[in-house]
């Protein structure tokens, strides 16, 4: 390999992270926007040269500035990294180009470089969760992305958005703080905070109260993040209130990089220890995912904000993840992790179509999107697109995920489960019709007498995705052969 | 041409024509010439498939893969050649009717409803030509979704309800059971592909086979078999095109074609006799029958009682399949293209009436036979077909149904199905009496003297009443077709 390549993991952290200042420094909205754009597409150049090198050769390891593991940092790539890597970036790109419009209708134009700055280190921050091989290393990273987010979050149009922020905010430290102390309890035990390092020396320990109280303050804390069910209170209020373009890149990436910390951390290097059989942890999410994927699928379909419906689905998808996972079999797992790419796709293309209609109507409210078909077709119809994909209809990618769930349900013989998760799906026919029926089924209102398409670059960034929920389902052997892989590597390090 | 195009030819000549549709929306003429068209080439590949198969070819139609280890891919058999001949067929046909009915009857969105219709044609040969379930499987949900916009056409809020009761209940089963079902062969049997004797013998026993061909059945809601069967009428808001080629002929047939191809292809007969996974199947379909006979009876709305007399008729071709004898197979074959040419024909008549009479209720139609002779006259044609009596083609697949049910002695099917004829004639025939015999009540609105319906109309009812009588008469071609289903010669 030639050698700029060779850093190629320091790259896509770095680069993101140099911007920022720079686009603080620069100020000008056009300058920012355009660095914004630059960065999300280099880092997703990067992540996807990444991700074949790891198809290509494997898992390999990166040492920052040369300090050999475990006293140095090291940023360790396998298939599940490069594979987050490539979805967050990827929707960060998508949704860089879209965010110039919707950034000038929803904030004053003096803040717009602080929408990029943070727009660009929340990027960073996810970036650097994903490809870090050192637990504390991932906390800093947790705290940069998490703390641009309260800002980014905090930018939305009414006040409302400054107490949704500042609900994630303590809700988000605390769960932070949470992965602080697990992660502090482990390196007690064990002294040090390298990932695989961590793995080898934890078995021996394992039957230790502070091993255990580590591994509960870790889960606990992750699961805040992800806002996995019941702790998902902050979530609906953060994707509603903030700016259209930041809740499309957190409803695609900043759950799913949570999830990915979960796997890293709790199968990752908590696997050999033997505790998650030991302990009933699968069953606790296995149990808490299915509550996830009623209660909250319900709890949309009464929504009268279509985003807050689409925010409680968020947390209803992020159950059918935690299922997967929660099976603990290569193919559940495989699912778990082929839904995050999926979910990605599909939730953000549905987040930047309602950002469209905001621009245009000033609301997503469901009486007022009355006959809005009629006057924005290509965005409601990439809307009835992404829709299909969350309820699961065949060609799409929610198909994908739901087929390779039931089968490891069936496969582990827990067949009151595949009925469960197919069951569930039928609630997301409720809440997707019940948006269609408004859009398509209705004249348009007077109110909507003016209203035109969305601009080009929204529309396309949003049918980009909206495509890619179609493709990706027609021909899922290559998201979902990633996804094995990345399972099988995962599962290799889990105690039977 | 390879079999293999013709094939994909066959798949893509409708969705073809949906943009020249779109682009002639501001000239209706060309716009059904483009539909029209259309129908007459799928007819032509259709055909040229019908003597590629006759000569012995098995066309064969890879897309590549969509699940690691599970195809997208096409393959003809004798049974989906059937359906695709029925269903191509009639399209044409309902086209010529449509251009009649639509113009006739005033209707909004034209353009919309010529396009989704071409799309669900596609979607009804996707079905008849998958060469396995996950593919079927696809189309089967395609033609769910395409349908939607005609059967809620109309707008109001009526159609809107009828809408979801019609999404609810078949994206419902299809999801919450079929899938499931699906999903499970998969991991049984490692495989989805349509095989002769079917792909589960060996893997499944016991109680489990039963199991999962009830949620096969079940599952497949466009087989309307109780008590998932209120979709139909709920559909019935439609114009009656749509009620005539999608709710008597291609959604519905869909439906039966696929529990057939289950039945066949997945379980294999054998398996199915050996654990008596089916015997369930003659209850549930035979009470289908009847009680939706016994509804029917009580429907004065003409369109309500062809409906539920669908869901009845539907069973046959359940029972058929349920009665797992090689002669009510062939009989339940049979009934998929006998039962199509009969109930297109009736739906067509009820169209014609509401739309030069605007009479929508039985009780209304007293004395209409001498005032629309054609449409009448088509009427009864039909109506003896649904109640199996010679010269019509419900006869033949009677014959066939109730001969496999004597030969293994199930006389629970043989009570069902005279007892069923009974009640088909109970609440057809009088309405035929009446039309030509009955006196016209004073129904104070003589705001014109009605006569036939228009041309085109009736052109097409006479046309599907015809072929109601050729089946009868010459049922070589469809004899054939069922008889290679199971390997024999007729």
Known sequence: MSAPLEHLPALAVVVPLMTAPVIVALRRPWAAWLLACGVSWASLFFSVLLLLQVLESGPFSYLMGGWAAPWGIEYRVDQLDAFVLAIVSAIASVVSVYSRKSVEAEIDSERHYLFYAMFVLCLCGLLGMAITGDAFNLFVFLEISSLSTYVLVGMGRDRRALTASLRYLILGTVGATFYVIGIGLAYMMTGTLNMADLAQRLPAMAHTST?????????????????????????????????????????????????????????????????????????????????????CSAVAIWQPDLKRALA????????????????????????????????????????????????????????????????????????????????????????????????????????????????????AVAYVWRI?????????????AHIREAPTAMVLSTWVLAGASVWFGLDATQTMGVARLAAQTLLQGVAP | MTPSTLMLLALLLPLLAVGPILLAGRYPNLREAVSLGAGALLIAV???????????????????????????????????????????????????????????????????????????????????????????????????????????????????????????????????????????????????????????????????????????????????????????????????????????????????????????????????????????????????????????????????????????????????????APLSVMGAAIHIAAHALGKITLFFAAGAVMVASHKTEISQMAGIGRKMPWTMGAFAIGALSMIGLPPTAGFVSKWYVLSGALQSQQMVAVAVVTLSTLLNAAYFLPIIHSAFFGRAGDDHDHHHDHGEAPLPSVLALCVTAAGTIVLFVLPDQVLALAGALLGRNP
């Open chain 1, 211 to 295: 091993v255990r109280a580590a591994l509960a303050f870790l889960v606990v804390g992750i699961g805040l993040k992800m806002a996995a069910f019941p702790l998902h209170a902050w979530l609906p209020n953060a994707y509603t209130h903030a700016p259209s373009a930041a809740a499309a890149l957190l409803a695609g990436t900043a759950t799913k990089v949570s999830v990915y910390v979960f796997l890293r951390i709790v199968l990752g290097v908590f696997g050999a220890t033997g505790l998650l059989t030991a302990l009933p942890i699968t069953q606790v999410l296995m149990v808490l995912a299915l509550a996830a994927m009623f209660v």
């Open chain 1, 436 to 448: 269609v029926e408004a859009a398509w089924m209705a004249p348009p209102g007077p109110e909507l």
């Open chain 1, 312 to 427: 409680y689905s968020s947390v209803a998808q992020i159950g059918y993840i935690l299922l997967g996972i929660a099976f603990l079999s290569e193919t559940g797992l495989a699912a778990g992790i082929v839904h995050l790419f999926n979910h990605a796709v599909m939730k953000s293309a549905l987040f930047l179509a309602l950002g469209a209609v905001a621009l245009r109507v000033g609301s997503t409210r469901i009486d007022a999107i009355r006959g809005i078909g009629r006057k924005m077709p290509l965005t409601m119809a990439a809307v009835l697109v992404a829709g299909l994909s969350l309820i699961g209809v065949p060609l799409t990618v929610g198909f994908v995920s739901k087929w390779y769930l039931v089968e490891a349900a069936l496969t582990g013989g827990m067949w009151p489960v595949a009925v469960l998760i197919l069951a569930s799906s039928l609630l």
């Open chain 2, 46 to 324: 259709v055909l040229g498939l019908r003597s590629q198969l006759a000569d012995g070819v098995v066309p064969v139609l890879n897309f590549g893969e969509m699940l690691p280890g599970l195809t997208l891919r096409l393959e003809l058999e004798p049974l989906g050649m059937l359906f695709a001949l029925v269903a191509a067929g009639l399209w044409p046909v309902t086209i010529l009717y449509a251009i009649g009915y639509m113009r006739g009857h005033h209707e909004k969105n034209q353009t919309r409803f010529y396009a989704f219709f071409a799309i669900a044609i596609a979607a009804a040969m996707g079905i008849a030509l998958s060469g396995n379930m996950l593919t079927l499987f696809v189309f089967y949900e395609v033609l769910t979704i395409c349908t939607f916009p005609l059967v809620t056409h109309a707008g109001t809020p009526e159609a809107k309800r009828a809408g979801r009761t019609y999404l609810g209940i078949l994206i419902g089963t299809s999801i919450g059971l079929q899938l499931l079902a699906i999903i499970a062969t998969w991991a049984l049997a490692g495989t989805l592909d349509f095989a002769p004797g079917g792909i589960l013998a060996g893997k499944v026993s016991g109680p489990l086979v039963g199991v999962l061909f009830a949620l096969y059945v079940f599952g497949i809601g466009k087989a309307a078999l109780m008590p998932f069967h209120r979709w139909l009428p709920a559909a019935m808001v439609a114009p009656t095109p749509v009620s005539a080629l999608l709710h008597a002929v291609a959604v519905v047939k869909a439906g039966v074609f696929t529990v057939l191809k289950v039945t066949l292809y997945i379980f294999g007969i054998d398996l199915l006799a050996e654990n008596a996974a089916a015997d369930w199947l003659v209850w549930a379909a035979g009470f289908t029958i009847v009680a939706a006979s016994v509804v029917a009876l009580s429907k004065d709305n003409l369109k309500a009682r062809l409906a539920y007399s669908t869901i009845s008729q539907l069973s046959y071709v359940l029972l058929g399949a349920a009665i797992l």
